[in-house]
Each structure stands twice: as C-alpha cells, then as structure tokens.
C-alpha cells in the first residue's frame, strides 16, 4: 500500500470514528438520564409507601412523650398504696412499659431524634427519682413535690417533642 492509499482509507475512517465517538457519547448521556430517572421514580415510589409509616412512628413517639411528660403522668397514674416509695416505682415502670411498647418505632426515626427521645425518658425518670429523695412521706405528698419541682421547668418530653416535631415539617 502506498502512502496515498493509506491517507485515503484514513480520509474514509475519520467520518465513521468520528460518527461512532458522537454516537457513543449520546448514548451513554442517554443512558445516565435514564438510570437517573428510574432511580428517581423508583426512590418517589418507595417514599410514598414509607412515609405513612414513618409519620406514623412519629405520632407514637409524640404521643409516647405526651403520655410521660410529669404533669399527665401524675395525674393519669395515681398511687396505688400510701408509700412514696411504692408510687416513684409505679411512675418508672408505667414510662419503661410505655417506652418499650414503642421501642420498634426506632426504626423509622433518625439516630439523633431516637437519641433525644430516650434522653427525655431518662431525664424524666431522673426528676422522679430526684422527687423522690425528698422528704415527704406519701405518695400522695410526692406527688405534689413532683408537680411542684417541675412546674417552673419545661419538661424534657416538651423539648424532645419540639425536635420531633422539626424533623417531621423536614419530611416534606
């Protein structure tokens, strides 16, 4: 083959390399757009099964915070027997059964908010047991201190339930 030769065969390969190299970048764009989309439809698909149930383990846990929060947790269980120590039991175990009711809703809440919520668990059970070492000596009269230590301070359930109540408004 001559030198003319081969420019020529080069002259006639250009267009085609040239084609194929435009081609295979439109089509790998194309393809990338595609998976994009199906990911996108299929990430929409599976929020909108999800999210009801995540909203859902939201509302137990705002409710779970409602029902511990000091002042309708000494009014929702009353003593069952005169003894302080008796009653400061019955608080402890009436927010651990609660809690472990709804300890499975962990699973569609983020690490930090599940974090804040047991931290007001145990804040809440710490201010009973605080209440507790006082000097009264019923329950009737613990319970009075308990409302009263805990009147003038917001509760730890009222600040965990404003942090679940800014992750929820960030689902949107």
């Not at 190299?21 to 599976?46: C, I, P, Q, W």
């Not at 009653?87 to 175990?93: A, F, M, S």
């Not at 809690?99 to 668990?121: M, P, T, V």
Request: with cysteine; hydrophobic share 40%.
């Amino acid at each position: 083959m001559s030198g003319d030769q081969i420019f020529q065969m080069f002259a006639y390969l250009l267009p085609a390399v040239v084609t194929g190299m435009v081609a295979f970048y439109f089509f790998r764009l194309h393809t990338k757009n595609e998976e994009g989309r199906r990911r996108y439809l299929l990430h929409k698909d599976s929020q909108k099964n999800t999210l009801p149930i995540r909203l859902q383990a939201y509302e137990r846990m705002a409710l779970f915070l409602e029902r511990i929060s000091i002042p309708s947790l000494v009014v929702r269980v009353a003593p069952k027997s005169t003894h302080k120590n008796d009653y400061e039991n019955l608080l402890v175990k009436s927010i651990e059964n609660e809690f472990d009711h709804n300890l499975s809703q962990q699973i569609y809440l983020s690490d930090e908010c599940w974090n804040i919520i047991k931290a007001a668990k145990s804040a809440t059970i710490q201010a009973i047991r605080k209440a507790g070492m006082s000097e009264s000596d019923t329950a009737d009269k613990l319970r009075e201190d308990i409302l009263n230590e805990t009147m003038d301070k917001q509760s730890p359930s009222a600040t965990a339930l404003s942090y679940v109540k800014k992750e929820i408004s960030e689902l949107w």
